[in-house]
């Protein structure tokens, strides 16, 4: 198994969750964009899935169906293609709410997944985070921050924080490194509000938050963040995405390796505190950030 046959594969499953969005955006049924191309009943529901790819010709014919935009167009037509995505410098298109390209093959599978399970050991998950605790990781870049990317990334934010509230919710799993949890971003008052409401969220019944303090004693990898994604509460779907500074990778094959990631977060679930003592652990050090005179 190559790294490329992973990649198309990644982006076969992407296509789908274009193609589905904006089919349902257009108002079509699954058997009647089939009926537009002539196939059988189940051709668009096989590509939507990942599981076929589709022609040239058959493409064309659903973004006209579909009346999809020129940029959903040429993003779809790509995808198609399994074209290689450039790390280049972002631009206000590529940056502009969604976020770069290669994030928006995360939300896109993040809205339709069934379950999430996720490890950070140093920065806090984005739907976690307050609109405070993303501010001040921006300010923390001094002249380097970008005003209208610090706004599209709080509004992204607060968009994907309302997954983990609505009707049809996935179950989500974080397990934190206590060092994600004590790295100051903001000053103790915002650090304090942080994690009051990661207590909060902890009391959500889609969501399980557990830290691993400093002082376990354990030998398993905390250094690696990274998120897998389940759908249909099936381990065969999964999807593993591991962030880089500029980019991000998705694994889905070959399964020993998928498998690999799924056991380590399972691993430091079980040496982490269980989700009632990480609760009273995160209450009890947002006091202490609370007690802490703000520098400014």
């Known amino acids: 198994m190559t790294a490329p046959t992973t990649a198309i594969g990644i982006q076969r499953r992407q296509l789908g969750n274009e193609l589905r969005k904006l089919r349902e955006v257009a108002g079509f049924t699954q058997d009647q964009a089939s009926q537009s191309l002539g196939k059988a009943p189940n051709k668009i529901s096989r590509v939507e899935n990942g599981k076929i790819g589709i022609s040239p010709a058959d493409l064309d014919e659903l973004l006209r169906l579909y009346q999809a935009s020129p940029k959903d167009a040429l993003w779809c037509r790509e995808l198609a293609a399994g074209a290689r995505r450039r790390r280049t410098r972002a631009t ?8 770069p390209k290669w994030f928006r093959a995360f939300r896109d599978f993040e809205q339709s997944a069934s379950q999430i399970m996720q490890v950070a050991s140093e920065i806090l998950p984005g739907n976690l985070q307050t609109e405070s605790y993303t501010r001040a990781m921006f300010h923390s870049r001094g002249s380097y921050a970008d005003h209208r990317a610090v706004e599209d990334t709080v509004r992204v934010r607060r968009d994907r924080q309302a997954l983990l509230t609505r009707e049809d919710a996935a179950q989500f799993s974080f397990v934190l490194s206590e060092s994600a949890l004590r790295r100051v971003l903001g000053g103790p008052k915002v650090m304090a509000e942080q994690l009051r409401h990661l207590a909060e969220l ?10 691993i303090p400093f002082d376990t004693l354990s ?5 690696h963040a990274f998120t897998v994604l389940r759908f249909d509460h ?7 995405y591991i962030e880089m500074y500029d980019n991000g990778v998705y694994l889905d094959k070959p399964p020993e390796t998928v498998r690999q990631y799924v056991e380590l977060q399972r691993r430091l679930q079980a040496i982490a505190l269980g989700p009632v003592e990480s609760r ?3 209450v009890e050090l947002a006091g202490q950030f609370a007690a802490k005179p703000d520098d400014d």
């Open 234 to 240: 099936d381990s065969a779907t999964d999807i593993v």
């Open 92 to 99: 206000a298109e590529t940056t502009l709410y969604l976020g």
């Open 280 to 282: 009273n652990f995160m």
């Open 219 to 223: 030998y398993e990898p905390l250094s």
């Open 202 to 211: 902890s009391l959500l019944p889609t969501v399980d938050i557990q830290v």
